[in-house]
């Protein structure tokens, strides 16, 4: 049955070998994906005559035929992949097979299955390894010359191999069990009788650099994997030191270069010393092969093949398959040493953080204990001061009335000034005191129903004599449909809100200006804003408005009386209702004061007060330390975890990997920082979740849409309060919106 069609490879063995190839093919079956066909010429010799023996295989990933042909009455065995080759012996078995019997249908089968295009690469390989594995338990030197012609001529079970080393790599495999894997494989491929990696110590020097003398000292190192082909041959993990007689000053400096060690036969190179042979012979080593493992352009070690039982030739391809397995081996330990870098650097920052949030945890357990203390005191000194200051104010109320005689005119303007100083004082006392319990945590909230109209009539009615006495003109703008005219809040505590601020708007605008209160109704909200045509607020002045204790007039003689509590109050008051208050203002123009509280009709039926979000872990992208101290602080004090970084551009793969709720971004971090981690993050998959907010400062930039458009969520201006900023992100996590 003679077969034209070109073959990968031919030879003449003898006939035992053919079993062993055969086996190779029937065992393949079981990796092949999907129906795979055998046949050999046991089926079909009972019905077509002079039948010599074959076994093909047939499969659309994978075919391969093995068989006997005599050519001038010497038998050869061929083996063949060529998918016309194989063709053109089936139809050729076909042909010969008589007509109308089953095993021209199952030829038809065998047919149909065969491939019309090269072998899956992954699948040649294994059949190369089963054949190898076959053939290697022969020992007789023709059978050997066999299996070196297949390593040499199956270039698909070397590319497996890298594959196998590359998939590895990218899953992270340990290096000592991918050395393992690749020196047992690569022994095993090369037919070596041993295979192992030879490792220098680091701290051996192989050249003086400024000399340029090498030294003539073996470098010292280790074996630290080793292969061998038979239990019977002797293991050299106890011969560590001797080994380094392959690596002597003269070998290293040419393996840095890259060079390859090729000897044939030991005895017979005088690369080789006297003392190396007698060591070779020692561990039964006819034939060697030396590649140089280089990591970063550094000598890291050697990859040392050995042939014991007899000399052997190494082939070109037997060099460039260890050199390129010595490249891979050369990547993997790179990459191990760069994970043990980023380990090493990741537990320090771990380390770092966990410091840094101690030292913050414990500054501010200081800071509270500092300003429980302050308010304390606070509260117990108004306690103490309103009692005899109650008896001022009564008894000089008491003589003003009914005095037990006539008074003068100077004795009845000191009493009034007595009292009205002591009414005075008794004010600021009052505000020190609610202060203090609202900042302290004493405060809830008494929630009730009322009517927002009827509160707004009271609150004119209490502040028109005020607004006469400064001459100021007070009118109240109502947009309060009536079935939405019942509101639920602590009425006490919005009393307090709008009298400080109407308060403030009068005590601040000239005479014959003009204060305006509107209210309406939005969705689940009552909005109260207050406007005023009086002296109005500098821009530097601005983030200093609801502190404590402060008066934008600081100086000695200020113009306007108060403690300074008047707003900082008002602003704790919306907060306890979960509110907001913002401010806009000019300069010598007046100001507006506006005021969202939500309706607490669900607080009111559940009887429970609400609580924000208080967990969940936060990056902090700002590369000012101030900044980043106060909201570090701010956020830490409201249970959430905050981690801190200077700079966006390791920012993505520590994202990636602490997984966050949010990520606060400065807007204002250099090169364009900022919008390029909007749009690195917002590429990645399954980062929809992660809340993405925006720090900006007023008139840096022309169009903060443009953070929305990216994939930002919100944008907060630095300007902002620290517990408003705090209160603006507990809304946008708990609520999902975009402020």
């Known amino acids: 049955m003679p077969v034209s069609a070109p073959e990968i490879f031919e030879h003449t063995l003898p006939h035992h070998v053919y079993p062993q190839l055969s086996s190779s093919l029937a065992d393949m079956v079981r990796f092949i994906p999907g129906a795979a066909k055998l046949l050999n010429h046991l089926e079909v010799e009972a019905i077509v005559h002079k039948t010599q023996r074959f076994t093909v295989l047939t499969s659309k990933s994978f075919s391969a035929l093995v068989y006997e042909m005599s050519e001038g009455g010497t038998p050869k065995l061929k083996l063949t992949f060529e998918p016309t080759a194989i063709t053109a012996f089936l139809e050729h078995l076909y042909q010969r097979c008589p007509a109308d019997t089953p095993l021209r249908g199952q030829m038809t089968e065998v047919i149909e299955r065969q491939s019309r295009k090269n072998n899956d690469a992954k699948l040649q390989g294994q059949f190369t390894l089963l054949s190898l594995a076959a053939l290697h338990s022969d020992s007789r030197p023709e059978v050997a010359s066999l299996t070196c012609e297949v390593s040499l001529h199956q270039p698909a079970i070397q590319e497996h191999l890298c594959q196998q080393i590359i998939s590895q790599l990218s899953q992270g495999e340990e290096l000592t069990t991918l050395l393992a894997m690749v020196v047992e ?158 380990q090493q650097h990741k537990q320090t920052l771990d380390e770092q953080v966990a410091q840094r949030t101690q030292e913050l945890h414990a500054a501010l357990l200081a800071a509270q204990s500092a300003n429980q203390a302050k308010s304390d005191f606070l509260a117990t000194m108004s306690h103490e001061l309103r009692t005899p200051l109650t008896c001022v104010i009564g008894m000089s109320a008491t003589l003003l009335r009914w005095s037990l005689g006539p008074l003068t005119d100077k004795q009845r303007s000191c009493l009034q000034t007595i009292h009205d100083s002591g009414e005075h004082l008794l004010e600021l006392i009052n505000d020190i005191l609610d202060f203090s319990h609202v900042q302290s945590g004493k405060a809830t909230l008494n929630l009730s129903e009322f009517s927002l109209t009827t509160l707004i009539q009271q609150l004119l009615q209490v502040m028109r004599d005020k607004a006469d006495a400064h001459q100021v ?238 994939g930002a969520d919100a944008y907060l201006l630095k300007s902002l309060q620290p517990e408003d900023l705090l209160r603006k992100v507990n809304v946008l996590l708990k609520s999902a919106s975009v402020i």
């Open 473 to 710: 003109q007070l009118k109240a703008n109502l947009k309060i449909p009536p079935d939405r005219d019942r509101f639920i809040a602590d009425l006490r505590r919005v009393q307090q809100i709008l009298i400080s601020l109407v308060d403030n708007a009068i005590k601040f605008t000239p005479m014959s200006g003009k204060v305006t209160l509107r209210v309406w109704v939005e969705t689940n909200t009552a909005v109260f804003q207050v406007e005023d045509t009086g002296i109005g607020i500098s821009p530097s002045q601005l983030p200093h408005l609801f502190e404590k204790f402060q008066q934008l007039d600081a100086s000695y003689h200020r113009t306007y009386e108060g403690a300074g509590l008047g707003l900082a109050l008002a602003q704790q008051c919306v907060t306890m209702h979960q509110g907001w208050i913002d401010v806009s203002s000019e300069e010598g123009q007046g100001s507006i004061f506006t005021v969202q509280l939500p309706n607490q009709s669900a607080l009111f039926q559940q009887k429970t007060s609400s609580q924000p979000l208080s967990e969940g872990r936060i990056v902090l992208i700002e590369g000012h330390e101030e900044d980043a101290t106060l909201l570090c602080d701010m956020l830490t004090a409201a249970n959430y975890q905050v981690i801190w970084m200077v700079e966006a551009s390791a920012a993505i793969d520590q994202i990636r990997l602490l997984q966050p709720i949010a990520v606060i971004v400065d807007a204002q971090l250099p090169a364009q920082g900022c919008l390029n981690l909007i749009r690195r993050l917002r590429a990645l998959p399954g980062t929809n979740q992660i809340k993405l907010i925006v720090l900006t400062q007023e008139g840096v930039s022309k169009d903060h849409q443009q953070y929305l458009s990216l």
């Open 185 to 342: 494989k690569t022994r095993h491929l090369l037919q070596a009788d041993r295979l192992l990696i030879y490792q220098l110590r680091p701290t051996e020097p192989i050249a003086n650099a400024e000399s340029q003398q090498l030294t003539t000292q073996p470098s010292r190192g280790s074996v630290i994997h080793e292969a061998l082909a038979s239990p019977e041959l002797r293991s050299v993990l106890p011969e560590q030191e001797q080994l380094g007689g392959i690596a002597t000053s003269d070998f290293l400096f040419k393996y840095q270069q890259g060079y390859t060690l090729t000897v044939p036969n030991v005895h017979s190179n005088d690369a080789i010393s006297k003392d190396l042979t007698r060591f070779l012979d020692s561990i039964q080593v006819k034939a060697l092969l030396v590649t140089p493992i280089l990591v970063k352009s550094e000598l890291w070690g050697m990859l040392v093949a050995h042939q014991c039982l007899q000399p052997r030739q190494w082939h070109v391809q037997e060099q460039d398959l260890l050199k390129q397995i010595a490249e891979h081996i050369s990547i993997a330990v790179h990459q191990a040493d760069l994970q043990n870098q980023v």
